[in-house]
């Protein structure tokens, strides 16, 4: 990354450097059109990437903006950006995230959930995917860990859910189908070359 190059060679702290990332990604937050909002009870975000869909989304937010009547979008000064911003962002606040996941629906804005890595395995996407496995440790008791991320239109991945092993539990039956022998896998066992649980 360009910007942790810089802020290395000017001598930042890491502090620095994550005022500076924010400085950097909250200028994103300019544009009303690709974003996240605040909502009345949580937060979204919109990606409207051509001219129809923000025609669509200034339709909805009910906020002025010729500059996507045509087939290019050239962008909006700063000025311009942040009168955009002070008019989307109240709005946006005046409903329910699920509110304005029917509404942004209905007119095809692509929209999703704003999840801290946290609220992920969570999801009810995330869920429905099986993309995390709630699976059994005989030490640590229930673990969520991440599922298979292939999917396949006709050929279906099968999980085979395990827990990770606890370490040396397969010693034993890799040796012997190395060829080892019992007496031989006792001796490296007390030698301490192998370890088993």
């Known amino acids: 990354m360009e910007a942790a190059r810089h802020a290395v060679e000017a001598g930042a702290e890491v502090e ?11 200028r994103g937050l300019r544009n009303i059109y690709y974003r996240a909002y605040r909502t009345m009870d949580g937060f979204i975000a919109v990606a ?7 025609r669509k989304l200034r339709d909805l937010l009910g906020v002025d903006d010729p500059k996507v009547d045509g087939e290019t979008y050239v962008g909006t000064s700063k000025e311009e950006a942040e009168r955009l911003r002070l008019a989307a962002e109240p709005i946006m606040r005046a409903r329910t995230t699920d ?3 029917a509404l942004l629906d209905e007119v095809g804005i692509p929209c999703g959930p704003l999840n801290a890595p946290e609220q992920i395995p969570d999801d009810p996407q995330v869920q429905a ?43 034993r039956s890799v040796l012997l189908e190395q060829g080892y022998d019992e007496e031989q896998i006792r001796l490296l066992t007390e030698q301490g070359v192998v370890g088993q649980s």
């Open 129 to 171: 995917n099986g993309s995390i496995l709630r699976l059994q440790h005989p030490v640590l008791g229930e673990l969520r860990m991440a599922g298979n991320p292939l999917r396949f239109s006709e050929t279906p991945v099968v999980n085979e859910p395990s827990a990770p092993p606890i370490l040396g539990s397969a010693t």
């Open 99 to 101: 509110e304005w996941y």
């Open 48 to 54: 409207c990437l051509n001219n129809a869909l923000r």
């Open 16 to 26: 620095d450097f994550m005022r500076m990332r924010g400085d950097f990604l909250g």
